[in-house]
């Protein structure tokens, strides 16, 4: 049975309710027959995720006729030295290691940039975020000539399409007294919520159908 192997950090993670990474509902859009191993992990970057054994189950476990989808870069900007790589040097070394891990196994590689923070200014714009990670694994992509889900720009013009009050509705949300872990409530511009995170897998899964490399694993709209 084939699998879709995921990778990533907290906006990809099955994560503890009412938080939930977009590989969460990957099975609601894999094609009948795939199954979906969701790998992503709180916190964790490109560096730190294979530093940790982390990716020690996914490349025993892939196969041939498999497809892995990596997406990093949240973490890879912080300064803490377990966490942070260069956007143009050990970003992208780590990404090609996981590229030529999967492809060596006759898994497929797909790269997927860092979906967008909400994070609106006066006139319905956006700040841009993630700095010079989602470029640099768009020409690593090219590079390598392995398919791409740019889904930092799928994300971002769903947002703008929305309007700051529609987006903010795919996010977590909690007035104070709502949820013990946050008694002041709590606004969060990175983490979605259930719904929020379908939405955003439907991006993934409408990207993946789109290339003809990709687009067994998932169903047919």
């Not at 399409?161 to 977590?172: D, I």
Request: proline share 8%; hydrophobic share 35%.
């Amino acid at each position: 049975m084939p699998t879709i192997w995921v990778i990533g950090d907290s906006t990809v993670e099955d994560n503890k309710p009412p938080f939930r990474g977009w590989g969460w509902a990957m099975p609601e859009y894999a094609a009948p027959g795939v199954t979906v191993r969701n790998h992503g992990l709180s916190g964790r970057s490109t560096r730190s995720f294979v530093n940790e054994g982390l990716f020690q189950p996914v490349l025993d476990g892939m196969q041939p006729g498999d497809l892995l989808l990596i997406q990093f870069g949240h973490n890879d900007e912080k300064d803490a030295p377990e966490l942070h790589t260069d956007p143009d040097g050990s970003y992208c070394e780590f990404l090609s290691m996981y590229i030529a891990e999967a492809q060596a196994r006759g898994t497929l590689p797909v790269l997927v940039t860092p979906v967008s923070r909400r994070f609106f200014i006066p006139g319905g714009e956006m700040l841009y975020t993630h700095g010079e990670y989602p470029a640099a694994m768009r020409r690593l992509a090219a590079e390598k000539q392995v398919p791409l889900v740019d889904l930092k720009l799928l994300s971002r013009n769903l947002y703008l399409s929305l309007g700051e009050e529609k987006t903010a509705e795919l996010f977590v949300r909690l007035a104070p007294g709502e949820n013990p872990d946050f008694p002041n409530g709590h606004d969060d511009k990175t983490h979605f919520n259930a719904e929020g995170a379908r939405i955003i897998c439907g991006l993934v899964a409408k990207s993946l159908r789109e290339d003809e490399r990709t687009r067994a694993w998932v169903k047919a709209e």
